[in-house]
């Protein structure tokens, strides 16, 4: 709301209005950028860690190594918690399955 010493009106409410609807939908198209920079790192660390585990494989080595997927795991807990750990585990599981084809 603007700042004014007179008591809000219609008009000046409306105008509040709609610069809130202004900044709602700039936060949303932030919003929509940051989710499609998100999906695009997602989708490079699949690629990375197929890459990864395929050369493990190629040099007689286990594809999935505990100790460094342990090492992931306590990084996104320290950044965000437990709620960290369950993303960790996602982008570990995706990493193993592989993400879906882009349409
Ligand atoms: C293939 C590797 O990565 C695998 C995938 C990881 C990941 O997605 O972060 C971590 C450990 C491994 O199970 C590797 O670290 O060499």
Redesign the pocket.
Known sequence: MPITAEAPTAATHAAGADLSQREIEMLREELDELDAEILAAVRR?VEI?RR??L??IGAGLP????H??MQ?LRRFEKELGRDGVSLGML??RL?RTGAPRQH
């Open positions: 660390r860690t990864a585990g050369a493990r594809q999935v190594t505990q460094s997927e992931v982008l570990l990493g």
